[in-house]
């Protein structure tokens, strides 16, 4: 079969990230899905009859703009900025307009001065954060003049702030999100907002210790330049997926559906191609896997060719997914208690304070679902009416927490979850219950078999400071190479991690073509 000058390894938007960029350079590149459509986790699918849901995200708060402007990425809609509503049960909602809470509607002036002040300094620290995120993390014993540029960068950026602030980032950093909130504000409906944001996603309270990171790693996502920002491209999320496969097939990209790869080739420590699973040699002298590094290391690649210690280490990935995927099919537009009519089409987060999300976490600990869930919604059939009949609607929700070693077993727990859920969107919008036509609950196990993501887990792996940077997935895979010579890393399991930003294989690739002008 013709050979590819790089074979990628997944289409979803990272894979694609990777190929777009591999092929502008003059690469001939081939991308590989084992689905029968490319997208990854923002690939569609129809849960009920008429009714679709257009993958496991709903919003878009991560796109990098540099990714964006260098593949040549069209999606519009990224200057409508959506507001997040938070209601507590109370009937009345507390809703953050612009960028995360540039204004906000619901509370008193005090609180929102408070919270506008704890909102810059988060911001300016992600910001901090964020100048590791665009190059490969540093390299331990091996610093280049790049990340000595960038830590220069970020020393002169907290030297401008003051010593106070420069303080004040080394002692937040590893805090958990509750002290800090806390230390700022007193509405509950604000604290719960960042327990959530700062756990969604992740095995960790708002009490544990780093959990104050997850917000970190949220703010470093912007929309139309403005940190914390979201939105969901004109069309809905339906039209992300075909962006990246339009700029990689502009790029000059080839992409195949329906061809799982059942073997990358490694010969003396150097890849030579891959074995499609019905036994098709294709070559190449590089191959970029954009699927989760536990399938790459654990089910492609001989063990005996990585060593038995750094398969261990990917091994030892913790990459257990805590949150459930609902999608409803209704047959009208739901009410909910202390929504603006104008903030229907924004999301909408169901928790009513700090203490709430941490005793939703407690049983997680334990391999139990949450009693007593928290929850992030959006109404996608607004954006994208041809996701529901004429008069329908769609709810997307993510539900935390959901486990994926459920002690009883999601095949027995997943009924009673989705009566929990159902019963806690009843009390917020009364009436919904009635108009459920269908109702697909997507538990860790179902994302696991649905998208092929090991443990259910969407950013491949845990966002925690230990599985960061020099230590993504592991130490000795944590700057896109791999101790297999032409193997690259360009997942969200890679550096910086998940969420829809394309800098994994951005990175990646740039990284491949640095090397060859070495």
């Not at 032409?486 to 829809?500: D, N, R, T």
Request: hydrophobic residues 45%; neutral net charge.
């Amino acid at each position: 079969m013709t050979s590819f000058d790089a074979i990628v390894i997944g289409a979803g938007h990272n894979g694609l990230a990777a190929a777009t960029c591999l092929a502008r350079s003059g690469h001939k590149v081939l991308v590989l899905e084992a689905a029968d459509a490319p997208g990854g986790a923002a690939r569609g699918r129809e849960f009920a009859p008429g009714f679709r849901s257009a993958g496991l995200a709903h919003l878009v708060n991560r796109l990098d703009g540099a990714v964006a402007r260098d593949i040549g990425f069209d999606l519009a809609g990224g200057d409508a900025l959506l507001p997040t509503t938070v209601l507590d049960g109370s009937g009345r909602g507390v809703t953050l307009n612009g960028a995360y809470g540039e204004t906000i509607d619901g509370v008193t002036a005090e609180e929102e001065a408070a919270f506008a002040a704890l909102r810059g300094k988060l911001v300016f620290q992600a910001a901090i954060l964020k100048r590791f995120l665009r190059r490969p993390p540093p390299q331990i014993g091996a610093i280049s003049l790049g990340d000595l540029s960038t830590f220069a960068a970020t020393g002169f950026s907290l030297i401008r702030k003051g010593r106070g602030e420069g303080r004040d980032f080394l002692r937040m950093l590893l805090m958990n999100v509750a002290d800090v909130a806390d230390e700022y504000l007193a509405d509950n409906r604000l604290k719960g907002l960042l327990a959530f944001d700062a756990t969604l996603g992740i095995h960790l309270g708002p009490r544990s210790p780093t959990s104050l990171l997850g917000l970190y790693y949220r703010l470093t996502g912007d929309a139309a330049g403005r940190a914390g920002g979201q939105f969901v491209p004109a069309g809905g999320m339906a039209s992300l997926a075909p962006a990246f496969v339009r700029a990689a097939e502009k790029a000059g990209v080839t992409i195949r559906c329906s061809v799982p790869v059942g073997r990358i080739l490694v010969d003396r420590g150097r890849t030579s191609g891959i074995v499609t699973s019905d036994g098709t040699e294709i070559a190449t002298r590089v191959v970029v896997s954009a699927i989760h590094p536990q399938t790459t290391f654990l089910h492609l690649v001989d063990p005996a060719e990585s060593g038995t210690g750094f398969v261990r280490s990917v091994r030892n990935v913790r990459s257990f997914g805590n949150v459930a995927k609902l999608d409803l099919a209704l047959d009208r537009i739901p009410s909910f208690e202390g929504l603006p009519a104008e903030a229907r089409s924004g999301r909408i987060v169901l928790v009513r304070g700090m203490e709430q999300v941490e005793t939703a976490f407690n049983p997680a600990k334990y391999g139990e679902f949450s009693p007593d869930p928290v929850m992030e919604i959006t109404l996608p059939s607004l954006a994208d009416p041809a996701l529901a009949p004429a008069g329908g609607c769609t709810l997307s929700a993510l539900v935390q927490y959901a486990p994926y070693r459920l002690k009883a077993g999601w095949e027995t727990g997943k009924p009673a979850f989705l009566r929990i859920v159902l019963e806690t969107l009843e009390r917020h919008a009364p009436g919904i219950g009635t108009s459920v036509v269908a109702a697909s609950l997507m538990t860790p196990v179902d994302i696991e078999a649905e998208y092929n993501l090991p443990g259910g887990h969407w950013h491949h792996g845990e966002l925690q400071a230990d599985q960061l940077l020099v230590n993504r997935p592991t130490g000795a895979a944590s700057g896109y190479t791999t101790p297999i010579e032409g193997l690259y890393l360009a997942s969200a399991g890679a550096h910086p991690g998940g969420g829809i930003s394309g800098l994994p294989g951005w990175n990646a690739a740039r990284h491949i073509l640095s090397g060859e002008r070495a």
